[in-house]
């Protein structure tokens, strides 16, 4: 069966950021609050606002179970693989089941102001807004990691081909 | 029903549109700002993302966007120039999908641009359309923080306000 490009995507998404948080296990704690101007804050709090925003797309597709995942809620360093493979369960269960609609409205009543009506949102609107995410915030603690001299791991897509054989150089 | 890839891929053109909306309204001291950890100045960012596209769109459609291939000296390409290529990003982009879903594992065996002396790569068309998508969100990122952290504000890249904007996310009746 094919595989939807999408789920290619979702799937180098979490990759990456599964990669991340491996590479991140090896620096120390003050390492983990370096922040960098012009990005969204710490290399530890970015990490879990990325795998909320995960989560709370995930919920409004209702692919997991709620209630709605607050972005205020940190998820301490050491619980950020537990939530990444929880992610990983649902992302791939979206296309196991049936076909999925990207047309399908969902209804978002979390608000953050509880007067605002909910939002009705287009499925697929969700799925490309998850890449978009991960990668604009990895980008983040590239930036900060690259600002304070730190090499941070390749998280492109060429080297997740390379890791899965998805590539292979010829002569 | 318009393939989720293709949306995707929208998605990112209009991204980079929105970014070279922005640019435009900068002076060209501005254009050059650069910070530590990223790719290089706005300008060279903009210009590597929109070349590199090109060059993605070329492997997967097996056929050239233009003549001459998009290689600019990053740090000196006008503006214009810029927005000039990204009209061939966005032309290519509808190109491939004229035809409906493209076929994500079709293994593609090489690409119009490689030079002789270069090594050849096959790999499936999904890893250079899930690249394009990661590049661009990943340059555009820099570019944003060089501005914010510059003092100037960029603009929503998200795609909840081309969601909005196209009418697929809506408020409801409370």
Redesign the interface.
Known sequence: MRVPIILHALRHDLWATETLIAFCRTLTPDQLELTAPGTYGSVAGTLSHILRGDERYLVRLGVMPGPMPSNDDVIPFDQLGAHLEAVRAAVEGIFRAEQFDPDKVVVDAARRRPTDPPLEIESWTMLVQFVHHGSDHRAHIGTILGSHGVAGPNLDVWAYGNATGAIRAKR | ?????Q??LR?DVW?TEQLVAKCRTLNEDQLDLK????YGSVRATLAHIVGTDESYLVRVLGSRLHDAPFRPVEDEVALEEIAAHLAHVNEGVERLFAGGE????RFITDTPLRRPEQ?????????????F???G??????I???????GIEPPD????PL?MAMG???????
């Open positions: 029903m318009t393939p989720i890839m949306r995707q998605h991204a910070i530590h950890g990223t493209v076929d994500g594992d090594k050849r790569f096959e790999m499936y068309a999904w890893v250079p359309l899930t690249q998508v990661h590049h969100n990943d340059h555009r990122a820099q944003a923080t060089t501005l914010s952290a510059h890249l998200q795609v909840w969601a697929a996310s809506r408020e409801g009746s409370s």
